[in-house]
């Protein structure tokens, strides 16, 4: 009987470890994804802003600031 429950007790602590380890390359796994996107859109927005050109945007004439945005998302829009 007490080898059984031995069994029993060494079987859960097994599975209970396996599982502890797995959620945590999980939760790591997803930190780095987290971490990638924020990092490629902040680059985006940077890119887009240095296109955009917001210093300079009373200078320009309405068609001219239309012509800029849309050379800018043809350009940057869409990262590859």
Do not use: A, P, W
């Not at 599982?19 to 390359?25: E, Q, R, V």
């Amino acid at each position: 009987m007490r080898d059984i429950r031995l069994t029993i007790l060494i079987t859960l602590i097994i599975i209970l470890s396996f599982s502890t380890i797995k959620n945590y390359f999980v939760s790591n796994h997803s930190n780095d994804l987290n971490n990638e996107g924020k990092t490629l859109l902040k680059e985006s927005v940077r890119v887009l802003n240095d296109c955009f050109d917001l210093q300079n945007k009373n200078k320009r004439s309405l068609k001219n600031s239309i012509e800029l945005i849309e050379f800018c998302l043809e350009e940057y829009g869409y990262k590859k």
